[in-house]
């Protein structure tokens, strides 16, 4: 069963920056043939996506993180990375990567994960 490990978050003022990063279990040619996105959960609040990247490094993004956001891989590492920017005490939430699948729903669409989940890394962001 691949597994998903996450870091990189922490405590941080609103407008700063952080790093996650996501190191899956699976070998570097299963990792590089699947989408990989990052998801987010708030206190309280359902698991909602983030960012996702495709095989082939093409990146989509909620709307509430465009601009702010960016999302990258390394197949050799099979590593995913999330540079945020310009943190909001809304962005405050346990961050966990895994593979994404699109999926449509009420003429808009979002991405699902649908392997196991990690621990996730917690993202705290103070006003």
Known sequence: QVQFVESGGGLVQAGGSLRLSCVGSESTFSFSSVAM??????????????ATISSSGSTDYADSVKGRFTISRDNTKTTVYLQMNSLKP??????FCNWASKKYSSGTYY???????????????SS
């Open 37 to 50: 996105g990052w998801f987010r959960q708030a206190p309280g609040k359902q698991r909602e996506w983030v």
């Open 111 to 125: 991405y699902s994960g649908y392997g196991s989940w990690g621990q996730g890394t917690q993202v705290t962001v």
């Open 90 to 95: 809304e962005d405050t939430a346990v961050y």
